[in-house]
């Protein structure tokens, strides 16, 4: 007996079937395996680029002349401490060198965190006309080129007596720092609702209590993730401190320099002072790295 035919624009519902679940979780569970690939695969890219030449100069760095200068890379090699025995001894002494780079980065950082936290607080708690424009003013001072702010630096910094000193090296680094720290704490303090201060203020605290026991405990990750960039960005400069500085307070970059000569290029010695200029920022970075991945990923560096 056959089946009954259909009127002309009706369904045969009963010919659908319904989709397999099963056929979807395996369409799902392709894709997210495919996309963990990529994502280690874009991961372990990421890792060889910036890990290899890093470890490559370090190696350096315990090679012998002959070995590091020889045209086939060697793996296995007799380790010496050679290079960093010249760097601390005769006319190579990068005793002052290392002083100055602690010194000048050290203190403008500090300071830099010190001001632009008083400034941040200040500029994310008041209420003003065009207070957007401010902010942005004050970091558009940081992203002007180095080459258009070092000639009338100079110029002041000759006439107040500071080239070739340490105050004028931790001053021309607090030029790029400070409006950095200000931009970023400001931004950090805007993340704190203002009725946890409001009620310290109820309980009797003054505006200074507040700020001090209640504001500053709660973004201590941006005042480490502050403190951490300003370091980074004065132990690395070159530019100011190659018009700035001089005899008496050069830093670890412009020793780096003067190892490259038209005689040649010490790669053993060059190797060594780079892992001593690199060292201390890993460090420094690895120690605090829970602060500094929690204040960058608070929403800080969108700049309000």
């Known amino acids: 007996m056959t089946a009954p035919a259909l009127a002309p624009g009706t369904r045969d519902d009963s010919a659908r079937a319904p989709a397999a679940p099963g056929g979807a979780r395996a369409a799902l569970h392709g894709r997210s395996t495919g996309s963990r690939v990529a994502v280690a695969v874009v991961l372990a890219a990421t890792l060889l680029w910036t890990l290899v030449p890093l470890v490559w100069m370090v190696l350096g760095s315990f090679k012998s002349q002959a070995d590091v200068t020889s045209a086939v890379p060697r793996l296995v090699f007799a380790p010496t401490f050679e290079n960093y025995r010249n760097l601390f001894t005769g006319a190579n002494d990068l005793t002052p060198y290392l002083w100055h780079s602690v010194v000048a980065a050290v203190v403008s950082a500090l300071l830099s965190v010190v001001v632009g936290t008083l400034a941040g607080y200040g500029l994310s708690r008041s209420v003003m006309r065009h207070k957007d424009r401010l902010s942005f003013w004050i970091i558009s001072t940081r992203m002007a080129p180095i080459a258009a702010v070092i000639l009338p630096l100079f110029l002041m910094f000759r006439v107040a007596g500071l080239i070739d000193t340490l105050p004028g090296l931790v001053l021309a680094y607090m030029t790029f720092n400070l409006p950095f720290a200000i931009w970023l ?99 420094a970075g690895l120690a605090v790295r829970r602060w500094l991945v929690t204040g960058l990923t608070l929403g800080a560096v969108t700049g309000e």
Request: proline share 6%.
């Open 185 to 283: 704490m400001s931004a950090f303090f805007s993340e704190v609702p203002p009725s946890i201060e409001e009620s310290a203020l109820v309980a009797g605290c003054t505006r200074w209590q507040a700020f001090r026991h209640v504001i500053l405990p709660l973004s201590k990750a941006g005042l480490v993730t502050t403190f951490v960039l300003c370091l980074v960005f004065s132990w690395n400069d070159y530019a100011f401190a190659t018009v700035f500085a001089g005899p008496d307070s050069q830093t670890l970059p412009i020793a780096a320099s003067q190892l490259v000569t038209q005689t040649g290029i010490d790669w053993g010695q060059l190797t060594a002072i780079g892992t001593i200029v690199v060292l201390p920022m890993v460090v």
